[in-house]
Structures are given as structure tokens and as C-alpha cells.
């Protein structure tokens, strides 16, 4: 089992900065990858950013050059650094991590973004 808790969210204005964080707790260790996702109301949950193994990490096209994953194993985190914020990017943040062939959630941040 792997727990999931996210913090950082907020309102911020347009062009504003966020930075997400998501604390991981039980098997650490058996997790492949983690990511964020998010959902905005009327929207279909979406795909943000992923890191996995090494640091290997990959963005959806609208977030690129402007968010930034990382993962901290030795705190069993992982962050999102938010730059350039839209307020296109309003939305619940969810993290989630594949680990033993399952996918865990978080129960979501709100990041509020006013033009």
C-alpha cells in the first residue's frame, strides 16, 4: 500500500509561481513512478508530469518549460515547481504513483489561478 498527501496549493495570480509537493508513505521502495495530474471543473481528469526511475521525467505539451518535476527519495517526496501560472492551469492537483502493478491517489490540492 502506498499513501499519498498533497500540499502547496493556492491562489495565485497570472504569472505566478506554486511549487507542490507529495509526500509518499508505506512501500516507498516497490514505487515505478510517480506524477501529477489534474482536473479542472467540467473537465476530464489530465495528465500533467511523471517522473520514474532515474529521473526520467515527461510533461503534457500545455505545462512544458514551465513546470518542473522532481522526485527526493531520501524524503519520499515528489515536488512540482509551477512557473508562468495561466489561469488555464486552475484546477485540483492529484498525485499519483504505480507501485506493485496498482495506481494510488491523493486526494487532490486546489491551485487557483486569477487573471
Known amino acids: 500500500q502506498v499513501q499519498l498527501v498533497e500540499s502547496g496549493g493556492g491562489l495565485v495570480q497570472a504569472g505566478g509561481s506554486l511549487r507542490l509537493s507529495c509526500a509518499a508513505s508505506?512501500?516507498?521502495?516497490?514505487?515505478?513512478?510517480m506524477g501529477w495530474f489534474r482536473q479542472a471543473p467540467g473537465k476530464q481528469r489530465e495528465f500533467v508530469a511523471v517522473?520514474?526511475?532515474?529521473?526520467?521525467?515527461s510533461y503534457a505539451d500545455s505545462v512544458k518549460g514551465r513546470f518542473t518535476i522532481s522526485r527526493d527519495n531520501a524524503k519520499n517526496t515528489i515536488n512540482l515547481q509551477m512557473y508562468s501560472l495561466q489561469p488555464e492551469d486552475t484546477a485540483v492537483y492529484y498525485c499519483?504513483?504505480?507501485?506493485?502493478?496498482?495506481?494510488?491517489w491523493g486526494q487532490g490540492t486546489q491551485v487557483t489561478v486569477s487573471s
Open positions: 499519483n504513483a504505480l507501485a506493485q502493478g496498482r495506481s494510488f
Open positions: 508505506g512501500s516507498f521502495s516497490s514505487i515505478n513512478a
Open positions: 517522473v520514474a526511475g532515474a529521473s526520467i521525467a
